[in-house]
């Protein structure tokens, strides 16, 4: 696998673009502004507990309480005034022990302890926290409260055991779990050990700040998208890291240099007359991933909608009647959907539950196929999926985890006309909804004269096809009613003033 990671950065904004071959695989977007907060932690005050839902909010300085589960809770509170280094490096030996106990025998109102966001805040949603604090480095994740060592779940299963026993050499006896992530299979003792250090480091830096710092503020920020790009998203195949800044592309190489020296030779500055992003028409795809709809190279089509509890993919034959009978045309289609829709997941980083609707396959081995198809292509993603089969109904059940918001709530919002319903009401049911409205406000109030005020379509409406309405419900009420056109109005929008 080929990669190239391009970076379009700004002050207010950095653009990430995964390419694979010549195609965008995976979009990142970080606004100064609105930076996400998974990863950080902070002091945080017990604002309210709910023994009902064996949950807690809590303040960590945001505009919405924060929400933590007991499950999330660990059974040593890092309380700020009654802290000790036992406690901060103390056993897990309890999460099962602490989820017996009820929250309110953990966690009083006023208190504080030490959180870490698990998911940033999602629409009306508060971030999810988590009390068993984890600090990720490049090769290691560091758990504070932990003494397990782990190893990730991809590295194969016979070299598991000895990576295990080459981490737990290095960590000693000092306290704390590490969890050696993928890209740290490889690594050497001296990397392995420099990662430790840092991550020790960094964990002392955060215990400081708990004992200096006031309630709600935060203790350990996770590296920015920049940053991240190089511990995340660099794999072997990576060929180039490209960024269009050139202070932004020494200070990446002095990052680099300190903990990832072997990214280096891959870090490049563009300067090319043309944006960077033009170079594999990446706003083209951004534009393209707004949409619904999703142009398949057979002539065949995805429907994207997303809601708020899941998001549904159907595919659709559109004008592909290339194959030899209708079977085979179905087949293809859908292998060629499995293809698209794993790579739009990506794209546009749904999250959740996923519902594809592929074209019913009486065939028991395209299925199967189809199945297996998509199932590889999920494997190139680096959120963790699950696939549950086919349902019932023929269709197709699957998980993504949800860790952000996905690219269409970062860059939009909802129309201001429809309200995210995606559809308006016809003039002409507008223009009968303020003819009910006026037969309403005459039975309550005796005005001279009713004036509607309304989108110039509805005024248009009112001039003439529906001008003999207008002029009935006049005479029935005993007013006269005058028209207003405002063209700043939507067309589901009108006010009836009273004169």
């Known amino acids: ?10 002050p ?3 653009r990430v673009a995964v390419v694979e071959h010549g195609a965008v695989q995976e979009l990142l977007v970080e606004r100064t502004l609105e930076r996400g907060l998974v990863g950080n932690v902070y002091l945080g005050k017990v604002a309210r507990v709910l023994p009902g839902m064996q949950s807690a909010f809590i303040d960590i300085g945001l505009d919405r309480a924060a929400f933590l589960h007991v499950a999330d809770l660990m059974s040593s509170i890092n309380s700020r005034h009654a802290e000790t280094d036992a406690q901060v490096a103390g056993s897990l030996a309890a999460p099962a022990m602490a989820s017996l106990q009820p929250i309110e025998k953990q966690l009083f109102e006023g208190q504080t302890l030490m959180v870490q966001v698990l998911k940033d805040p999602i629409g009306t949603k508060g971030a999810r926290l988590t009390a068993q604090i984890s600090i990720a480095g490049r090769l290691l994740v560091f758990l504070p409260q932990d003494n397990h060592i782990g190893v990730s779940q991809k590295i194969p299963s016979r070299q598991r055991e000895d990576l295990r026993q080459r981490v737990q050499a290095l960590t000693g006896d000092l306290g704390g779990g590490f969890i050696l992530r993928t890209n740290g299979e490889d690594a050497s003792d001296a990397e392995l050990a420099e990662d430790i250090a840092y991550l020790r480091k960094t964990w002392a830096r955060i215990k400081d700040a708990s004992l200096r710092l006031p309630p709600a503020s935060v203790l350990h920020q996770d590296l920015n998208l920049l940053q991240r790009v190089l511990r995340d998203l660099v794999v072997e195949g990576t060929q180039t890291i490209r ?3 050139r202070e932004q592309f020494e200070k990446l190489k002095a990052f680099a240099l300190e903990f990832m020296p072997a990214t280096v030779p891959k870090l490049q500055l563009y300067g090319g007359e043309r944006p960077i992003f ?4 990446i706003d083209e795809e951004i534009a393209k991933a707004l ?9 065949g089509y995805l429907i994207i909608d997303q809601t708020e509890a899941l998001t549904t993919i159907d595919v659709n034959t559109g004008g592909f009647v290339g194959a030899r009978n209708f079977d085979d045309t179905v087949f293809k289609t859908n292998l060629e959907a499995a293809q698209a829709i794993a790579r739009q997941l990506r794209l546009r980083n749904l999250g959740g539950i996923v519902i594809v609707d592929f074209i019913d396959m009486l065939k028991d081995n395209h299925r199967d196929a189809v199945l297996a198809e998509f199932q590889k292509q999920l494997a190139r993603d680096r959120i963790k999926t699950a696939v549950n089969g086919f349902s019932a109904l023929g269709l197709l059940e699957m998980t993504r985890k949800r ?13 201001s006309a429809c309200m995210g319903k995606g559809v308006v009401k016809t003039a002409r049911s507008v223009t009968y909804d303020i003819l009910r409205e006026i037969l309403r406000e005459a039975r309550q109030f005796n005005p001279r004269e009713f004036r509607v005020v309304a989108s110039p379509k509805v005024i248009e409406l009112f001039l ?8 009935s419900l006049s005479d029935f009420i005993g007013k006269p009613i005058s028209l207003q056109a405002e063209a700043a109005m939507a067309q589901e929008q009108y006010d009836i003033v009273l004169l």
């Not at 033009?278 to 028409?281: C, H, P, Q, T």
């Not at 860790?403 to 129309?415: D, G, V």
């Not at 003439?464 to 002029?471: G, T």
């Open 1 to 10: 696998m080929q990669q190239d990671i391009l970076i379009n950065w700004l």
């Open 12 to 14: 207010q904004e950095t």
């Open 243 to 245: 960024i269009d800044s």
């Open 278 to 281: 033009d170079l594999f028409n």
């Open 291 to 299: 949409g619904r709809r999703v142009e398949l190279k057979s002539g």
């Open 403 to 415: 860790t952000r918001e996905s690219l269409a709530h970062q860059l939009c919002e909802p129309c």
């Open 464 to 471: 003439d096809e529906e001008s003999q309405h207008l002029a």
